[in-house]
């Protein structure tokens, strides 16, 4: 009788920590990166998007409003000014910022050419 309560108990511990251990890691679950189809980006805009990649996100988020280094810039344009300057978001001023640089951003001028700019803008329109 004792050796049957021991495995009833035995087996209730181990499925609350197997339900237990279910739950952490469904959490922990990494969400996956979509593609540019799943996007619905046009050509224009994922090859703004690969340039993104390559100079933008290491210090902003583009699907997050939380920052990097950098302000996060989901709905950058969906505003009427930025969030962090207050400067109007459009792209004559966002293009300057990616351009010029601004604060502790270092300008782009020497890197991205006026289409490549284009595309950059094109992409951040999607976010």
């Known amino acids: 009788m004792l ?3 021991r495995s009833r108990w035995l087996v209730a511990c181990l499925s609350s920590l197997m339900a237990f251990a279910l739950i ?3 959490g922990c679950e990494a969400e996956r990166r979509k593609s540019d189809a799943e996007l619905g980006l046009n050509a224009q805009q994922s ?3 690969k340039l993104y ?3 933008c996100d290491r210090c902003h988020n583009p699907y997050s409003t939380r920052g990097r280094q950098g302000p996060g810039l989901k709905g950058v344009f969906k505003k009427q000014y930025l969030a962090v300057s207050g ?3 459009n792209d004559a001023r966002v293009g300057e910022i990616i351009r010029i640089g ?3 951003m270092e300008g782009f001028s020497n890197v991205l050419t006026q289409q490549q ?3 950059l803008l094109a992409y ?4």
């Open 87 to 89: 400067i109007p978001a």
């Open 53 to 55: 990649d390559e100079y």
């Open 47 to 49: 090859a703004g998007r």
């Open 117 to 119: 700019l284009d595309d």
């Open 124 to 127: 951040m329109h999607t976010l």
């Open 102 to 104: 601004r604060g502790k």
């Open 3 to 5: 050796l049957l309560l």
């Open 24 to 26: 952490l890691l469904g």
